[in-house]
């Protein structure tokens, strides 16, 4: 089957540790996406990838980071830095910039005791 | 970028057409209007896009008014799987804002 994983759906971790979220997609999508979800809250953009070796900054990327080493993957490193790491993290991608359809994965909760 | 004002909540009984409206006061003549949902705890869904046309595809139709300044999903007949939180979005420079949406609930 063709998608998004996302990896582990569930995540623990204590307060003051790195963690890295996994993106992985086998659409051969150029562009992939994180974002943030809080509770009752839409979505924000994280950061994003237009193409294999680089990637933007999107609204609230303060505390994160990102590599785009293939065109398969996107990890996410949620840092110590993050003030409030407790949230909803979901992956999308897209053909390209300007394709119609953005795919998301299922997204991983992650929980700083 | 262009912001969008959805209603917070709505309900909509099974069976019957759900119109949810949206309004974009602010888009540019070139930006799209998007609408994805996402059910509880899942990924947002694409459901439709469109520019200035009505749209119509096997999910729903989208009406645009002739200013391009609101909009409005229809789901012509509810089911109670439709129910979601539904998000009106203008793209802006390739990239999707997410808001509150509006969160249906369909009543059997």
């Known amino acids: 089957d063709g998608g998004i994983t996302q990896s582990p759906k569930y995540l623990f971790r204590k307060e003051g540790q790195n963690v890295t979220l996994s993106c992985e997609q086998n659409l051969n999508h150029d562009a992939m996406y994180w974002y943030r979800q809080d509770p009752g809250q839409g979505l924000r953009l994280i950061y994003y990838?237009?193409?294999?070796?680089?990637?933007q900054k999107g609204d609230i990327a303060e505390g994160y980071s990102v590599s785009r080493e293939k065109k398969e993957s996107f990890p996410l490193t949620v840092t110590s830095a993050q003030k409030n790491p407790t949230a909803f993290y979901l992956c999308?991608?897209?053909?390209?910039?300007?394709?119609?359809?953005?795919?998301f994965g299922p997204g991983t909760r992650l929980t700083v005791l | 970028d262009a912001k969008t004002t959805q209603p917070t909540s709505m309900d909509c009984a099974e069976g019957r057409a759900a119109n949810l409206p949206c309004n974009h006061s602010?888009?540019?003549?070139?930006?799209?209007v998007y609408w994805y949902r996402q059910i509880h705890s899942q990924g947002p869904q694409y459901i439709i896009h469109g520019l200035k046309n009505n749209e119509t595809n096997e999910m729903a139709s989208l009406i645009i008014t002739e200013d391009r300044k609101s909009s409005t999903l229809i789901l012509p007949h509810a089911t109670l799987r439709d129910t979601a939180v539904y998000y009106c979005i203008v793209m802006s420079d390739y990239k999707l804002s997410f808001g509150a949406g509006t969160t249906v609930t369909v009543r059997a």
């Open positions: 602010t888009i540019s003549g070139n930006e799209y």
């Open positions: 990838s237009q193409i294999v070796n680089d990637f």
């Open positions: 999308a991608s897209r053909l390209g910039v300007e394709a119609v359809e953005q795919f």
